[in-house]
């Protein structure tokens, strides 16, 4: 009887806990073959273990902040799970948009047993952040379409040589990265970058390097565009994500050539916006602690060269889970790849961001 009635109980609080998750759940990333490695790794297994939920995607990751805003100021956010990268969670962590959480509530401990909150570590740089994966910004180029007797690049500064490499290049449509970079080529030290930036002489020199390619670029505000760009033969090099990158050469076998140097590491991660119905919650949270798994990061890093949040996935990360190939030598984090990285500071631009942007968007219309 006791067990009976232990039964019962227990089926009355999955039916109520059933009964208390919507059916759809709208998640919000950057599209191209990232979103295709979330949905590969992620939403297709959790679908067929609840096949009672739909999951609509929305490629709006990079106007997540304004977008975030404006649906809080209308009250009505139709969004349920965001991939942002990190600056812009500590944006909207401080602004009351993002929910903080307890990683040790919501997320999964790792196989044996570490609590999530010391198996993703330093990687959870805010109360609202949710980490998934570390990638870079960085630069390809066509060795075919480079002028005949063209040394190959060998710098990032090549993004400004006009002279030596003619033709147009893509940037991301945005100051981040641009800004760093135009500063390295123009005789900053990395170390010294943020600081020289933090001022308006620094950030004017900024812009007066860029100036020096200004008509010359292509400004691309998804990072599947520069692939695409350099495919059609439209431009010569171009800045993108590493895994961007890594699909357009090693997947559909195009002939282009990675550009390591001075490569900008970041993070990739969750946000739950803030005030949804508990319903939704519910199901998010069930999701996220689904999702953030050290299988399924681990997963993840079997469709794209992006590379784990969790200690705990990297030792899984293998082959390519198509192609056959070893990952490992594609991520950013490989030793051939790393020799000459710059660290993007996050918590400077959550502070800078929206400030630069206004001057950015400004610049180009000059």
């Not at 977008?67 to 991939?83: H, I, P, Q, S």
């Not at 431009?235 to 550009?259: H, T």
């Amino acid at each position: 009887m006791k067990t009976k009635s232990i039964i019962l109980a227990l089926a009355a609080s999955l039916a109520t806990s059933s009964a208390a998750y919507a059916e759809q759940m709208t998640i919000v990333s950057w599209g191209g073959a990232y979103q295709a490695s979330q949905k590969n790794a992620y939403t297709d297994p959790y679908m067929e273990m609840n096949p009672d939920i739909e999951v609509v995607w929305d490629e709006s990751s990079n106007e997540a902040v304004a977008k975030l805003r404006a649906m809080n100021e209308a009250g009505n956010v139709t969004w349920d799970l965001v991939d942002v990268v990190a600056a812009d969670a500590m944006r909207l962590c401080d602004e009351g948009l993002a929910m903080e959480y307890d990683p040790d509530e919501l997320l999964a401990d790792a196989p044996d047993g570490t609590p999530a909150s010391e198996d993703f570590g330093d990687l959870i740089v805010s109360d609202c952040f949710i980490p998934q994966i570390v990638y870079s910004t960085t630069a390809a180029y066509r060795p075919d379409l480079l002028p005949e007797g063209a040394p190959e690049p060998e710098s990032i500064c090549a993004m400004f040589d006009t002279e030596t490499y003619p033709g147009k290049r893509s940037l991301e449509k945005r100051p981040i990265n641009n800004m760093e970079w135009a500063l390295i080529c123009d005789g900053v030290a990395k170390e010294d970058v943020y600081d020289v930036l933090e001022t308006e002489e620094g950030q004017d020199r900024a812009f007066a390097k860029l100036d020096t390619i200004k008509d010359d670029v292509i400004w691309w505000s998804a990072a599947a565009e520069p692939p695409q760009l350099l495919a059609d033969g439209e431009i010569v090099m171009g800045s993108s994500y590493n895994g961007r990158w890594f699909s357009a050469i090693v997947e559909e076998d195009q002939p282009f050539k990675m550009l390591w140097d001075a490569q900008v590491f970041d993070l990739d991660g969750w946000i739950i916006p803030a005030g949804l119905p508990e319903d939704r919650l519910a199901m998010v949270k069930d999701f996220v602690k689904f999702a953030t798994d050290t299988q399924r990061l681990a997963d993840q890093a079997a469709y794209i060269s992006y590379g784990p949040a969790r200690n705990s996935s990297a030792p899984l990360v293998g082959k390519h889970a198509e192609l056959g190939v070893e990952m490992g030598p594609h991520m950013p984090t490989a030793p051939e790849n790393a020799e000459n990285v710059f660290v993007y500071n996050y918590e400077w631009w959550a502070d800078y961001r929206d400030d630069l942007d206004a001057k950015f968007q400004s610049w180009l219309v000059q």
